[in-house]
């Protein structure tokens, strides 16, 4: 289908490396190295974000305070008087 023999593949890099030099090559290896890696990293970071996300989505939090519950207690606590007087 589509094959490469070993001295096309030679050939190709020898044109490759007149055309770029060698110099610029390490660089742009350099730079793709790090453009994968800054990926990889990106992507882990979202994941563990997401993991935490639906972490604390799972929770529930109690936000009311002290007084709120107080006046919670103290409504419930009349509701209960009055049915037990009827």
């Not at 023999?5 to 190295?33: A, E, H």
């Not at 009311?64 to 008087?81: G, L, P, W």
Request: hydrophobic share 35%; proline share 1%.
């Amino acid at each position: 289908m589509f094959g490469i023999s070993p001295m096309q593949l030679i050939i190709i890099l020898v044109i490759v490396v007149l055309l770029f030099g060698t110099k610029k090559l390490r660089n742009m290896g350099g730079d793709l190295g790090s453009a994968v890696k800054g990926f990889k990293k990106a992507i882990s970071d979202e994941d563990k974000e997401k993991d935490a996300d639906f972490k604390a989505d799972g929770k529930v939090e109690d936000t009311t305070t002290d007084k709120e519950k107080t006046v919670q207690h103290n409504v419930k606590s009349e509701s209960d008087t009055k049915a037990k007087s009827e």
